[in-house]
């Protein structure tokens, strides 16, 4: 927020320099990006009036003014800036003069006419871009006086940036309230804020229809404003220096109570309204046209102001363009309101605005402000634009208002969080000119807070605690290492993790940190039928959804990645995914996708195209490192965003760990990628346990070698004979008197099984396939012999037969 230093010490006035004053800022919380100069160096200008306007004779666009300067003659001056005025004042840069990013300013002559010097407007001066109309002055402002001292500019303009738990510093009261706080000072009131005297009983009845997201409305009408009167020039140089522009005298009033005290309001043309004003949310289709022109059509969960006949403004963000004041209104109808922050939080930003009202109300607006804020605006809007007020329409649901929060306080937690002891005369102090109200207790121990109804953020006995270390300054905290134990190990889940991120980095893939929040309509492409939860306040359109899956924020960045000429792609994140079934439940999870080809570029060979097999040989590494020497089963699976045929589920203990595949070629072609997209994901709540390091025993005996040729029909998994037969009991009779291995020794006699070949054609019959596996056999305590060996060659058919009506290939 910028704000003027000037009107800053018109509240409270600390005998510090600027410097120091941004210094406190800063540590009280609100740090001082910038300090800028008022405007820049203009001690050549002056004020000057203009004494008459006559048309240039040899031009239709030009005007020529005769101006007092001085006290001296009157000078001939050539305009063509519209509007002038005899009577009125304006900066005057006379010959000699240098105007900032101009050159010196000459005598010349404009189509015959002598001008000596120029008036001048806000964009020549650099202190706007308004460059239609020249800078008005106001007329006590006499000719002969310095620019510069006229607008005192001798002004700093502070810019703070502000977290936005502090909507309550959002205004130059707020700001003062601070800075009185850390000087000891009790901030002015230098505003006439009283109640307005009453002229007429015209007034508009106000509904509440929808009090959880407004339960306290205040309007009020004020008849036969002078709409033709400007700003005066303080109100307009205050607007300016906060980085508003000055539009009409009404919307300036408004704006400048908004920066005062922290309330927006907003204005309607009376005329323009159509019976009684109500609260509510928007219909469905419902439709407005707001004040920067644009239309949009209104989601149920909109809050609106709607009158008799339509919506007139989409409440705490903008009003509509058809109510809304102009150079023609005569009346007007105030708005003071507060709105609840969670009904307007994301609601600008959902239709791609942002204005000051809705990123303050968003962040919590003082609930009792509003009659306040509506009889300042009142008694300005009479001062500036006359005008005949009515009585106050204020409606209020009491029960929907925020509660007031009581927060208890420890001395002792103040010393065990902060590290030191801040006694308790000194703390009860601090929040006390912080505007908490101290609850008597009984117990000696602690204390009781009211906290004021400005002070969203404060919820917490760390809070209060927070609220006076940053008083009493993180400065005179004395720092101290806080007890630790030497000895610290990861939890095990975060280890997982690690280990899971560097097996992949060592397998050619890249991090990725993409949001949470995902578009919905690539979350519905991949996961048709699954809503997922909404955001009610999304960043963005295109960020609407939180993410069932990692593949959506992947992808994204796959394409971001080929848009700019990436031919091979690798990348992976770990972080977490959302679900909804009946509850709200959140899960680790590291997914990755793998585009290009499956190595990287060599200059002696082509690398072929990665495919299922590539990404599936990742995320064994990946498995092999994370859970031991426990190979997982993989399960053929039909799932939306993959290509049938070419997905799998890992499954450990019939539990679905996590997916393995091809992105369906459809999705491939909505996303418009040219290629094949693998993906896998794998949720780490669902792994087993890790199993620690082992030992096998290797045999010193030779293995025997057999190859097995079976005709299964088309349709069975391969998956699905490697476990027949490494389920099938291989067990030799052992000699009772043996130790040790010898006597321990079971079916262990099949030391590897591989896939060969997988043959279908001429001639193997139809629908049937040859699947020739190798199976090596070995023993730990002696040579297996041949009849050993055929043994368990037949068990092991046998088995197939009986399970898939295997026949041994001739």
């Not at 964009?123 to 006590?140: K, V």
């Not at 002229?199 to 205040?218: I, K, M, S, T």
């Not at 996590?658 to 459809?666: D, M, R, T």
């Given at each position: 927020?910028?704000?003027?230093?000037?009107?800053?010490?018109?509240?409270?006035?600390?005998?510090?320099?600027?410097?120091?004053?941004?210094?406190?800022?800063?540590?009280?919380?609100?740090?001082?990006e910038?300090?800028?100069a008022?405007?820049?160096?203009?001690?050549?200008?002056?004020v000057?009036?203009?004494?008459?306007?006559?048309?240039?004779?040899?031009?239709?666009?030009?005007?020529?003014?005769?101006?007092?300067?001085?006290?001296?003659?009157?000078?001939?001056?050539?305009?063509?800036?519209?509007?002038?005025?005899?009577?009125?004042?304006?900066p005057?840069a006379?010959?000699?003069?240098?105007?900032?990013?101009?050159?010196?300013?000459?005598?010349?002559?404009?189509?015959?006419?002598?001008?000596?010097?120029?008036?001048?407007?806000?964009a020549?001066?650099?202190?706007?871009?308004?460059?239609?109309?020249?800078?008005?002055?106001?007329?006590?402002?006499?000719?002969?006086?310095a620019?510069?001292?006229?607008?005192?500019?001798?002004?700093?303009?502070?810019?703070?940036?502000?977290?936005?738990?502090?909507?309550?510093?959002?205004?130059?009261?707020?700001?003062?309230?601070?800075?009185?706080?850390?000087?000891?000072?009790?901030?002015?009131?230098?505003v006439?804020?009283?109640?307005?005297?009453?002229?007429?009983?015209?007034?508009?009845?106000?509904?509440?229809?929808?009090?959880?997201?407004?339960?306290?409305?205040?309007?009020?009408?004020i008849?036969?404003?002078?709409?033709?009167?400007?700003?005066?020039?303080?109100?307009?140089?205050?607007?300016?220096?906060?980085?508003?522009?000055?539009?009409?005298?009404?919307?300036?009033?408004?704006?400048?109570?908004m920066?005062?005290?922290?309330?927006?309001?907003?204005?309607?043309?009376?005329?323009?309204?159509?019976?009684?004003?109500?609260?509510?949310?928007?219909?469905?289709?419902?439709?407005?046209?707001?004040?920067?022109?644009?239309?949009?059509?209104?989601?149920?969960?909109?809050?609106?102001?709607?009158?008799?006949?339509?919506?007139?403004?989409?409440?705490?963000?903008?009003?509509?363009?058809?109510?809304?004041v102009?150079?023609?209104?005569?009346?007007?109808?105030?708005?003071?309101?507060?709105?609840?922050?969670?009904?307007?939080?994301g609601?600008?930003?959902?239709?791609?605005?942002?204005?000051?009202?809705?990123?303050?109300?968003?962040?919590?607006?003082?609930?009792?402000?509003?009659?306040?804020?509506?009889?300042?605006?009142?008694?300005?809007?009479?001062?500036?634009?006359?005008?005949?007020?009515?009585?106050?329409?204020?409606?209020?649901?009491?029960?929907?208002?925020?509660?007031?929060?009581?927060?208890?306080?420890?001395?002792?937690?103040?010393?065990?969080?902060?590290?030191?002891?801040?006694d308790?005369?000194?703390?009860?102090?601090?929040?006390?000119?912080?505007?908490?109200?101290e609850?008597?207790?009984?117990?000696?121990?602690?204390?009781?807070?009211?906290?004021?109804?400005?002070?969203?953020?404060?919820?917490?006995?760390?809070?209060?605690?927070?609220?006076?270390?940053?008083?009493?300054?993180?400065?005179?905290?004395?720092?101290?290492?806080?007890?630790?134990?030497?000895?610290?190990?990861?939890?095990?889940?975060?280890?997982?993790?690690?280990?899971?991120?560097?097996?992949?980095v060592?397998?050619?893939?890249q991090?990725?940190?993409?949001?949470?929040?995902?578009?919905?309509?690539?979350?519905?492409?991949?996961?048709?039928?699954?809503?997922?939860?909404?955001?009610?306040?999304?960043?963005?359109?295109?960020?609407?959804?939180?993410?069932?899956?990692?593949?959506?924020?992947?992808?994204?960045?796959?394409?971001?990645?080929?848009?700019?000429?990436?031919?091979?792609?690798?990348?992976?994140?770990s972080?977490?995914?959302?679900?909804?079934?009946?509850?709200?439940?959140?899960?680790?999870?590291?997914?990755?996708?793998?585009?290009?080809?499956?190595?990287?570029?060599?200059?002696?060979?082509?690398?072929?195209?990665?495919?299922?097999?590539?990404?599936?040989?990742?995320?064994?590494?990946v498995?092999?490192?994370?859970?031991?020497?426990?190979?997982?089963?993989?399960?053929?699976?039909?799932?939306?965003?993959?290509?049938?045929?070419?997905?799998?589920?890992?499954?450990?203990?019939?539990?679905?760990?996590?997916?393995?595949?091809?992105?369906?070629?459809?999705?491939?072609?909505?996303?418009?990628?040219?290629?094949?997209?693998?993906?896998?994901?794998?949720?780490?709540?669902?792994?087993?346990?890790?199993?620690?390091?082992?030992?096998?025993?290797?045999?010193?005996?030779?293995?025997?070698?057999?190859?097995?040729?079976?005709?299964?029909?088309?349709?069975?998994?391969?998956?699905?004979?490697?476990?027949?037969?490494?389920?099938?009991?291989?067990?030799?009779?052992?000699?009772?008197?043996?130790?040790?291995?010898?006597?321990?020794?079971?079916?262990?006699f099949?030391?590897?099984?591989?896939l060969?070949?997988?043959?279908?054609?001429?001639?193997?019959p139809?629908?049937?396939?040859?699947?020739?596996?190798?199976?090596?056999?070995?023993?730990?305590?002696?040579?297996?012999?041949?009849?050993?060996?055929?043994?368990?060659?037949?068990?092991?058919?046998?088995?197939?037969?009986?399970?898939?009506?295997?026949?041994?290939?001739?």
């Amino acid at each position: 927020m910028k704000f003027s230093e000037q009107w800053l010490r018109e509240w409270v006035n600390p005998p510090v320099s600027t410097e120091t004053l941004a210094d406190q800022l800063t540590m009280l919380g609100m740090e001082v990006e910038e300090m800028a100069a008022a405007g820049p160096d203009l001690g050549d200008v002056v004020v000057a009036r203009v004494e008459a306007v006559t048309a240039h004779t040899d031009a239709d666009n030009l005007l020529v003014c005769t101006v007092k300067k001085d006290e001296g003659a009157p000078v001939t001056v050539v305009t063509g800036a519209p509007g002038v005025k005899p009577g009125c004042c304006y900066p005057y840069a006379g010959i000699g003069a240098r105007l900032p990013g101009s050159g010196v300013i000459e005598e010349m002559n404009i189509r015959g006419v002598t001008s000596m010097g120029m008036l001048c407007s806000a964009a020549e001066l650099q202190l706007s871009d308004d460059e239609d109309e020249l800078f008005l002055l106001d007329d006590d402002a006499g000719p002969g006086a310095a620019f510069a001292e006229a607008l005192r500019l001798d002004d700093r303009v502070i810019d703070i940036g502000l977290t936005p738990n502090r909507g309550d510093c959002l205004s130059i009261n707020g700001i003062a309230r601070e800075v009185a706080v850390i000087n000891r000072m009790q901030p002015g009131r230098p505003v006439d804020d009283s109640p307005a005297p009453v002229v007429h009983e015209r007034a508009r009845a106000v509904n509440l229809a929808a009090p959880d997201g407004c339960p306290r409305y205040a309007g009020r009408i004020i008849n036969n404003i002078d709409m033709a009167r400007p700003s005066p020039l303080w109100l307009r140089e205050k607007l300016r220096r906060c980085g508003l522009r000055s539009l009409n005298p009404v919307v300036d009033i408004t704006n400048y109570v908004m920066l005062e005290l922290g309330q927006p309001m907003h204005a309607f043309d009376n005329d323009r309204l159509n019976g009684a004003i109500t609260v509510r949310y928007a219909g469905g289709g419902e439709e407005i046209t707001l004040l920067d022109g644009e239309s949009h059509t209104l989601p149920e969960s909109t809050l609106v102001i709607a009158d008799a006949d339509r919506a007139v403004a989409m409440a705490g963000v903008m009003g509509d363009l058809d109510s809304g004041v102009s150079a023609s209104t005569r009346h007007v109808f105030l708005e003071s309101a507060f709105f609840t922050p969670l009904v307007i939080a994301g609601r600008a930003r959902q239709f791609g605005l942002q204005t000051d009202a809705s990123h303050r109300f968003e962040r919590g607006v003082d609930f009792t402000l509003q009659r306040r804020a509506m009889e300042r605006a009142t008694r300005l809007i009479l001062e500036i634009c006359g005008g005949e007020p009515g009585p106050v329409t204020e409606t209020v649901e009491t029960q929907a208002l925020p509660e007031r929060r009581t927060v208890d306080l420890r001395p002792a937690a103040v010393e065990r969080l902060l590290g030191e002891p801040i006694d308790r005369k000194t703390s009860v102090g601090i929040l006390t000119r912080l505007g908490l109200e101290e609850v008597t207790r009984a117990e000696e121990d602690s204390c009781r807070f009211n906290v004021p109804p400005h002070r969203f953020d404060i919820t917490l006995e760390a809070d209060l605690i927070e609220e006076i270390a940053r008083v009493y300054g993180y400065r005179n905290i004395n720092s101290a290492l806080p007890p630790a134990r030497l000895a610290m190990r990861e939890p095990g889940s975060r280890e997982r993790m690690n280990l899971v991120r560097m097996a992949l980095v060592n397998r050619g893939y890249q991090e990725a940190i993409t949001y949470s929040f995902v578009s919905h309509d690539l979350q519905s492409r991949l996961f048709p039928g699954q809503a997922g939860i909404s955001l009610l306040n999304a960043i963005s359109a295109d960020m609407e959804r939180m993410r069932l899956s990692l593949w959506p924020g992947l992808l994204t960045a796959l394409r971001h990645n080929l848009n700019r000429r990436q031919a091979r792609v690798r990348l992976f994140e770990s972080g977490k995914v959302f679900g909804s079934n009946g509850d709200i439940r959140q899960s680790p999870a590291i997914g990755g996708l793998s585009y290009g080809a499956a190595e990287p570029e060599q200059w002696d060979r082509r690398s072929a195209a990665g495919d299922f097999y590539d990404i599936k040989s990742d995320v064994e590494a990946v498995l092999s490192t994370c859970c031991g020497p426990v190979a997982p089963e993989y399960r053929p699976v039909g799932v939306p965003a993959l290509h049938n045929g070419k997905a799998a589920e890992i499954i450990y203990d019939d539990r679905r760990v996590g997916l393995v595949g091809v992105l369906h070629p459809e999705i491939q072609a909505q996303l418009e990628i040219e290629a094949e997209v693998c993906l896998f994901e794998l949720y780490l709540d669902r792994m087993p346990e890790r199993y620690g390091p082992g030992y096998k025993v290797v045999s010193r005996f030779p293995v025997v070698k057999r190859d097995l040729s079976v005709l299964v029909d088309r349709d069975i998994p391969i998956a699905d004979l490697l476990n027949c037969i490494n389920s099938v009991n291989l067990t030799l009779d052992a000699d009772p008197a043996a130790q040790g291995a010898v006597a321990q020794e079971t079916a262990n006699f099949l030391a590897e099984l591989d896939l060969v070949d997988i043959y279908q054609g001429e001639p193997v019959p139809e629908g049937k396939k040859s699947v020739t596996l190798g199976l090596t056999f070995q023993r730990i305590s002696d040579t297996l012999i041949n009849q050993q060996v055929d043994s368990m060659m037949s068990r092991i058919l046998d088995s197939l037969y009986r399970e898939f009506n295997a026949q041994l290939r001739e």
